[in-house]
Nanobody, 112 residues
Framework: QVLLVESGGGLVQPGGSLRLSCAAS???????MSWYRQAPGKQREFVAS???????NYADSVKGRFTISREHAKNTVDLQMNSLKPEDTAVYYC???????WGQGTQVTVSS
């Protein structure tokens, strides 16, 4: 497994932006990486993924607002979130699917 640590969450007003970052304990350059989120009382859901060659995929609910990216040299995967909505409120988790590694999560709250 690989140790993943998320950061960048916080409280933001509707329409605002946040950038989440996921730092890995070792090289993840050959792995696909994903972001998931879990809102209170709901199941964890897929948000976005990026392949080792930086191809991306998004949930319909975030398409056009969120951007996933990675920096191989830094072993990081970021999630830029724009035009945030109250329904984006959740704990956001970084995931490495092949080893089923998960971070501890970072809270994002969108509220006025």
């Amino acid at each position: 497994q690989v140790l993943l640590v998320e950061s960048g969450g916080g409280l933001v007003q509707p329409g605002g932006s946040l950038r989440l970052s996921c730092a890995a304990s070792r090289s993840i350059s050959t792995y696909d990486m994903s972001w998931y989120r879990q809102a209170p009382g709901k199941q964890r859901e897929f948000v976005a993924s990026v392949t080792s060659t930086s191809s991306t995929n998004y949930a319909d609910s975030v398409k056009g607002r969120f951007t996933i990216s990675r920096e191989h040299a830094k072993n990081t995967v970021d999630l830029q979130m724009n035009s945030l909505k109250p329904e984006d409120t959740a704990v956001y988790y970084c995931n490495q699917p092949l080893t089923d590694s998960w971070g501890q999560g970072t809270q994002v709250t969108v509220s006025s």
